[in-house]
């Protein structure tokens, strides 16, 4: 379907490990305005350079692959768009309208790039009413501008911080990996900002490199300390705490609403 559809998901260009897993259920996270990004993120392999124009039809294509695969839950990403004057808001916002007017029943998870900080253009996207807001700080603050040039830890936790405090009744969710070279003292200070941020769902996986082009991984944690981490969100009122070497930031995002208080969300 993917392929005649011309959509993308993340799960194919991020190369990511739980691609049978999430496909066999089916289970997918739509990648939204095209497949190359304006950023160079040094651990991700999707396509870098100039993209094209955001597709007309893709929010109405997104709404039908859902519909036809039945899904319950639905997960909307993008790239980021650094090219475009609204940085691709809009396309979420359409992309939305347009999956729940094919899934009434539906329930839908964004997982936005930081809009450059625009508090207007993430206010947008909240009007129009996703579940979940989701967006991801990645890595500790003292690798944050190696790993991630481009981006801005503080930018991200205030975009967290502006989701949470617009829109209170909306599931916040932000997620991060280990394995880059960060240590035991910063994972712990980057779950206590997210927690200060009012996140109510952290991921936490382990880096892996999806080629040699990527960094390479500085150390593959223990299974051990995933548990404790989960232990340290949980103390510190972080209502949920997805913790595990493959954990990725969508990876049973369905399931991971239950218990949240999201209506209907898991069939
Ligand atoms: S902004 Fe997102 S899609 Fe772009 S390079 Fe960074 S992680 Fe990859």
Redesign the pocket.
């Known amino acids: 379907m993917l392929r005649r559809t011309s959509l993308s998901t993340v799960c194919e260009e991020?190369r990511c490990p739980n691609i049978s897993e999430c496909f066999s259920v089916p289970t997918a996270t739509f990648l939204i305005l095209g497949d190359t990004?304006?950023?160079?993120?040094r651990?991700?392999s999707?396509k870098?350079g100039t993209p094209s124009p955001p597709s007309k039809d893709e929010p109405f294509k997104v709404a039908k692959a859902a519909y036809d695969l039945g899904l319950r839950h639905v997960v909307i990403t993008s790239?980021?768009r650094d090219d475009l004057a609204d940085k691709g808001a809009m396309q979420f916002v359409k992309t939305i309208e347009e999956v729940r007017r094919l899934n009434p029943g539906a329930t839908i998870e964004v997982l936005t790039?930081d809009f450059g900080g625009r508090g207007d253009l993430l206010r947008s996207v909240l009007d129009v009413g996703p579940d979940v807001f989701n967006h991801n700080v990645?890595t500790v603050r003292r690798l944050h501008h190696y790993v991630?040039p481009?981006?801005d830890i503080d930018r991200s936790i205030d975009i967290l911080k502006l989701a949470k405090s617009y829109s209170p009744g909306i599931v916040v969710k932000s997620g991060f990996m280990v394995g880059l070279g960060e240590t035991q003292e910063e994972i712990v200070s980057l779950i206590a900002s997210l927690r200060y941020a009012g996140v109510d769902v952290v991921t936490i996986g382990q880096y892996m490199r999806p080629t040699l082009e990527q960094l390479p991984v500085e150390r593959y944690w223990e299974p051990r300390y995933f548990d404790i981490w989960a232990g340290i969100g949980k103390s510190m009122g972080i209502k949920q705490v997805i913790s595990g070497p493959f954990v990725r930031s969508s990876y049973r995002a369905k399931e991971i609403l239950k218990g949240m208080g999201v209506k209907d969300a898991v069939h």
Do not use: S, Y
Not at 37 to 41: I, Q, S, V, W
């Open positions: 991020a990004c304006t950023r160079a993120c651990f991700c999707i870098k790239v980021t790039p990645e991630r481009g981006a």
